[in-house]
């Protein structure tokens, strides 16, 4: 079976031999082949049609303990990421197509990333695009009104349509930033369809000319007179920022009613304004932009961030179990009815909590090449190197270098032992330097002038920018050095 991931499977599977809340919690795991059908696979092992994950299922028996599970499995990733010495960044993200309400992304920054991650620069704050947020000033800096009662002097509109084609969504928000002092005309404001869908679930963000969907709806209406599953509706959402001038917009938009040729159709729409969210805050319908102050801190601000998706944490509530029939029986304990003998049931039968979570293998060995590679070759963290160190020397010194790979290898009490290999090939000093460095060994050790002047080795990290001169009897503490540093 070609499979993406397998949610369905491990449900099903789990449906069938779990029965009781003492067989929980369940976690259950796989490192296998995915199969995802990428229109255009690229940089090798980044972006491919066959890959390798480790996937993680798990099943608790109550959402308190599916969320003590969730955050679990975000510190074993995180063990994981910090034990490889890279930077990831902990994201928040939006569960999509898998459904639930709690997720996170595992970025790796990185130039060839396709996704794009906001931060803050002052706190940890991270996420996608699709939830970023930003503080909202609700008034201005150094005496200034407030943002709602500026005038914005240009106003643009977004036209969306819900999947059923029956509700046609205006976006109303400013092509203008109001600035502390002045109004600030910037070119890539544009608007937050994460945002536009928590107040319209149903939106079709796919669709690019909603106006020339909607009026089959009005028309049909108007036309036949038949009351469709679900009467033509507009909906107008405003920006905060266009507040004070909301009632000019609605004037303005019955003058650009889009359907001259229904006109009596108009008064019979189900036409709704929403100027706040369920907070009663005002609505923010702008994406977020590098500059933006950060939501989480007082003082940061957000930049744009490129990245590498290497892993991601799902909290799925009972998306899957719920529908495949994955559930068990838990005590509800036992009481007498009223006037009667007959005791309560004992037990109630509840859908299982699940999570599902995955670190893609494969691509992150893609990601940990594009992240720390230089124009010299690879650079691998230590605990994947193929070997820690690699000793090297010209042929005339390969006695001596035999002797400097025992003296690193050798078995001693409180003392780091390394994976060594000693490049013994009768090749140039400098041919094999070049191969070590495409291979990326995190340390090497060179036997060269330094050696035949006093016996000194030269140690190397490029990761860490040293090459300095050891003499033999430091050289084991100060390689266990600079691997406690990769």
């Given at each position: 079976?070609?499979?993406?991931?397998?949610?369905?499977?491990?449900?099903?599977?789990?449906?069938?031999?779990?029965?009781?809340?003492?067989?929980?919690?369940?976690?259950?795991?796989?490192?296998?082949?995915?199969?995802?059908?990428?229109?255009?696979?690229?940089?090798?092992?980044?972006?491919?049609?066959?890959?390798?994950?480790?996937?993680?299922?798990?099943?608790?028996?109550?959402?308190?303990?599916?969320?003590?599970?969730?955050?679990?499995?975000?510190?074993?990733?995180?063990?994981?990421?910090?034990?490889?010495?890279?930077?990831?960044?902990?994201?928040?993200?939006?569960?999509?197509?898998?459904?639930?309400?709690?997720?996170?992304?595992?970025?790796?920054?990185?130039?060839?990333?396709?996704?794009?991650?906001?931060?803050?620069?002052?706190?940890?704050?991270?996420?996608?695009?699709?939830?970023?947020?930003?503080?909202?000033?609700?008034?201005?800096?150094?005496?200034?009104?407030?943002?709602?009662?500026?005038?914005?002097?240009?106003?643009?509109?977004?036209?969306?349509?819900?999947?059923?084609?029956?509700?046609?969504?205006?976006?109303?928000?400013?092509?203008?930033?109001?600035?502390?002092?002045?109004?600030?005309?910037?070119?890539?404001?544009?608007?937050?369809?994460?945002?536009?869908?928590?107040?319209?679930?149903?939106?079709?963000?796919?669709?690019?000319?909603?106006?020339?969907?909607?009026?089959?709806?009005?028309?049909?209406?108007?036309?036949?007179?038949?009351?469709?599953?679900?009467?033509?509706?507009?909906?107008?959402?405003?920006?905060?920022?266009?507040?004070?001038?909301?009632?000019?917009?609605?004037?303005?938009?019955?003058?650009?009613?889009?359907?001259?040729?229904?006109?009596?159709?108009?008064?019979?729409?189900?036409?709704?304004?929403?100027?706040?969210?369920?907070?009663?805050?005002?609505?923010?319908?702008?994406?977020?932009?590098?500059?933006?102050?950060?939501?989480?801190?007082?003082?940061?601000?957000?930049?744009?961030?490129?990245?590498?998706?290497?892993?991601?944490?799902?909290?799925?509530?009972?998306?899957?179990?719920?529908?495949?029939?994955?559930?068990?029986?838990?005590?509800?304990?036992?009481?007498?009815?009223?006037?009667?003998?007959?005791?309560?049931?004992?037990?109630?039968?509840?859908?299982?909590?699940?999570?599902?979570?995955?670190?893609?293998?494969?691509?992150?060995?893609?990601?940990?090449?594009?992240?720390?590679?230089?124009?010299?070759?690879?650079?691998?963290?230590?605990?994947?190197?193929?070997?820690?160190?690699?000793?090297?020397?010209?042929?005339?010194?390969?006695?001596?270098?035999?002797?400097?790979?025992?003296?690193?290898?050798?078995?001693?009490?409180?003392?780091?032992?390394?994976?060594?290999?000693?490049?013994?090939?009768?090749?140039?000093?400098?041919?094999?330097?070049?191969d070590a460095d495409l291979v990326g060994y995190p340390v090497a050790v060179v036997l060269g002038k330094a050696w035949k002047q006093n016996e000194g080795c030269e140690v190397q990290c490029r990761r860490l920018g040293i090459k300095e001169t050891v003499p033999l009897s430091g050289v084991r503490r100060r390689v266990s050095e600079l691997l406690e540093k990769l």
């Amino acid at each position: 079976m070609l499979s993406p991931t397998h949610e369905e499977e491990i449900t099903s599977l789990v449906a069938k031999t779990v029965r009781s809340y003492k067989e929980l919690p369940l976690r259950l795991y796989q490192i296998t082949r995915k199969f995802r059908d990428e229109l255009r696979p690229r940089h090798g092992l980044l972006r491919s049609r066959e890959f390798t994950m480790k996937d993680l299922y798990t099943f608790d028996v109550s959402s308190e303990a599916a969320l003590e599970t969730y955050h679990k499995v975000q510190a074993a990733y995180k063990g994981v990421f910090e034990a490889l010495k890279l930077p990831v960044m902990v994201a928040k993200a939006s569960s999509g197509d898998m459904g639930g309400d709690l997720s996170h992304e595992y970025h790796l920054p990185a130039l060839v990333g396709e996704d794009t991650v906001i931060i803050c620069g002052s706190c940890d704050y991270a996420a996608n695009t699709e939830v970023a947020e930003t503080r909202r000033d609700v008034t201005k800096l150094n005496g200034h009104p407030p943002v709602e009662n500026t005038q914005v002097s240009a106003v643009r509109v977004w036209r969306g349509i819900s999947k059923d084609r029956s509700t046609l969504v205006n976006v109303w928000y400013p092509a203008q930033i109001p600035g502390e002092t002045r109004m600030e005309e910037t070119k890539d404001v544009d608007v937050s369809i994460p945002a536009v869908k928590s107040i319209i679930p149903g939106l079709d963000a796919s669709v690019d000319d909603a106006l020339h969907l909607w009026p089959r709806a009005v028309e049909c209406q108007h036309t036949t007179g038949q009351v469709a599953a679900k009467s033509p509706r507009l909906v107008n959402l405003i920006d905060f920022r266009l507040a004070a001038q909301a009632e000019e917009l609605l004037l303005q938009e019955a003058k650009l009613w889009p359907l001259p040729q229904w006109e009596t159709a108009k008064s019979k729409l189900d036409a709704i304004t929403v100027m706040e969210d369920r907070s009663g805050q005002g609505l923010n319908l702008l994406a977020v932009r590098a500059g933006d102050r950060c939501p989480s801190c007082e003082s940061g601000i957000l930049r744009v961030q490129k990245a590498l998706e290497v892993g991601h944490t799902f909290h799925l509530g009972t998306r899957y179990s719920q529908p495949l029939g994955a559930t068990i029986s838990v005590p509800m304990g036992a009481a007498a009815t009223k006037g009667t003998s007959q005791p309560l049931a004992t037990e109630k039968t509840v859908p299982m909590q699940m999570g599902c979570h995955g670190i893609g293998v494969s691509r992150l060995i893609g990601a940990m090449v594009e992240h720390l590679a230089d124009e010299r070759g690879l650079q691998w963290p230590r605990v994947v190197a193929p070997y820690e160190v690699v000793v090297i020397s010209s042929t005339d010194l390969a006695e001596e270098a035999g002797n400097v790979y025992d003296e690193l290898t050798m078995p001693r009490t409180g003392m780091l032992e390394p994976e060594a290999v000693w490049d013994d090939r009768a090749l140039s000093l400098s041919w094999k330097l070049k191969d070590a460095d495409l291979v990326g060994y995190p340390v090497a050790v060179v036997l060269g002038k330094a050696w035949k002047q006093n016996e000194g080795c030269e140690v190397q990290c490029r990761r860490l920018g040293i090459k300095e001169t050891v003499p033999l009897s430091g050289v084991r503490r100060r390689v266990s050095e600079l691997l406690e540093k990769l």
